[in-house]
């Protein structure tokens, strides 16, 4: 057989304060030089040279704090890019515009619980599509217009093909999506609508993870074409060929949440909550929080919560003991985070353990009744992932894990879509409760 | 022969193939088998005590080893096997 030498990228191995990528499992340091020597490029995503762990970006942060203060950072503009040194790019080429999302009080149910509860809204249409996607999306595709690819290529659970086919349009970069032939309609209607060639969604009859494990070996078979045929490496998977860089998209969350509860006048330790499915968005943000943190850009200091519904807990599970058992074909009305293999699993519980957090696992309905609160007494309508977030809140308090008084910010990943009466009827037929769905809208409509 | 699969970063231990054919009859054999054409895969695959690493996933055709019987799944003659990193997802 042919040897396919992958030809090198337009990468550098110099970009902003980055110092190094270091692997999250053995702690084995790659220089950007090192990457670029070895590999042809710096967009490598795992420590290939010892034990095959998560590669993550770092800075030279003693270089960061003679640059940053809180007085300048205040004086900027509440962007995606107000900590753009804290962010792996070189030039900032799409999703230049991206403003902060709301971080609002809850109005009822904080009351409620009796807690100081806050609702940082990535549903809110501040995400050009909705759902925390933007975030990271926006770092890969600024990465790929860096290094010169122009296809993509990514399997998802719904979020992650709508924001990668709404930024492939806007940056001119071909798209290849995967998604679970189950996924529902509304979803795929909604990548459908930013795609400039109908033939860039393929719905297969396969779980996500396994969409995922297809949509890596198409990129690496088209960048092997690409090798034989002369050309430079152009096909990307964002979270995956990406994803030391796509994740740091997400530290933008925890930048955001910091920086507004600040400016609600909150200190010191706080409950900070997430869905959980790959842990990825859970990493990140506290990773963010933590960049501030060394750097004197803040004094808030979080406790890591994640939430998975019972039905898919590969993470929760994984609680001290020594790895996963994956769950195969995962169901839940989340789905969203119906992800057997978490790829940031093992670092998510290391979060929660540095930062005297941990794990809740919540029940489909009591998913569903806390989405129909958010809906109902927050006037919020979220994917059913925002009820997770929430059913976990209310679990904690059940349990005194949270005090009365206690600051808590809830995150909400995702907007509905459609008419939640529509979105909680589609989900119930397909797990056929729908008897109990009717009940459910039945005693809304008596609120 | 089985054929192989290897990722992009791993194919420093392979003279840049793609693809490696090797003959085993389960995955640990297989290991074997390439750690003798390609020396020094094995050390990425695998922790100290012979298991795979957990940032690793093995497929038999379509199927993840860790759904069936791990290292000691049996890989039938003409099966295709694919190593890929896990870190993805999400």
Known sequence: ?447 | MIKVKIPTPLRRFTKDLAEVEVEAADVKSLIEALEKKCPGIRKRLCEDDGSIRKFINVYVGDEDIRFLKGIETKIAQGKEISIVPSIAGG
């Open chain 1, 1 to 447: 057989m042919q040897a396919t030498m992958q030809a090198s990228d337009r990468t550098t191995a110099k970009v902003g304060f980055v110092s190094h990528l270091e692997c999250l499992h053995c702690g084995e340091k790659y220089p950007l030089s090192r990457l670029k020597e070895e590999q042809g490029t710096i967009l490598i995503n795992i420590c290939y040279d010892m034990c095959m762990g998560p590669l993550d970006i770092r800075y030279d942060y003693d270089r960061l704090k003679r640059v940053l203060s809180r007085e300048q950072i205040a004086r900027r503009p509440d962007t995606f890019w107000k900590l753009r040194e804290l962010l792996p790019v070189q030039e900032v080429k799409v999703a230049a515009d991206r403003q902060f999302t709301p971080l609002v009080k809850s109005r009822a149910i904080g009351r409620e619980l009796g807690i100081e509860l806050y609702l940082k809204l990535d549903c809110d249409s501040a995400n050009p599509t909705h759902s925390f996607k933007d975030r990271p999306v926006a770092l890969a595709f600024n990465k790929a217009l860096e290094a010169g690819y122009d296809t993509v290529y990514v399997a998802s659970t719904g979020n992650l093909a709508i924001a990668s086919a709404y930024q492939a349009s806007e940056s001119g970069i071909a798209i290849h999506a995967y998604v679970p032939e189950a996924l529902g309609r509304v979803k795929k209607e909604a990548i459908r609508k930013h795609l400039a060639d109908p033939g860039g969604l393929a719905e297969l009859p396969l779980s996500y993870d396994d969409c995922n494990i297809r949509s890596m070996l198409d990129c690496d078979k088209a960048n092997e074409d690409a090798a034989r045929a002369g050309r430079p490496r152009s096909n990307f998977v964002p979270n995956n060929s990406f994803r030391p860089y796509y994740k740091e998209g997400s530290k933008t969350s925890g930048f955001e949440i910091a920086l507004q509860l600040e400016k609600e006048g909150v200190t010191g330790r706080f409950h900070l909550v997430y869905p959980l499915g790959s842990g990825a968005l859970f990493c990140s943000a506290h990773k963010g929080i933590r960049e501030l943190q060394q750097l004197g850009l803040t004094s808030l200091s979080p406790r890591m919560w994640g939430v998975q519904p019972e039905l898919c807990s590969p993470i929760i599970d994984a609680i001290g003991k020594d790895d996963f058992v994956p769950v195969k074909n995962p169901k839940t009305i989340a789905k969203s985070i119906a992800i057997g293999k978490p790829g940031s699993g093992h670092q998510a519980i290391a979060v929660m353990k540095e930062s005297n957090g941990g794990g809740l696992k919540v029940t489909e309905k009591d998913i569903v009744r806390s989405n129909i609160d958010l809906y109902q007494k927050e006037g919020i309508f979220a994917q059913f992932v925002g009820g997770v977030t929430i059913a976990g809140i209310r679990k904690a308090v059940k349990l005194g894990i949270f005090k009365p008084g206690d600051v808590v910010v809830a995150n909400i990943t995702g907007t509905g879509k459609g008419r939640i009466e529509d979105d909680l009827l589609d989900a119930s037929k397909e797990f056929g409760w729908e008897d109990e769905a009717k009940q459910l809208l039945e005693e809304m409509s008596h609120d």
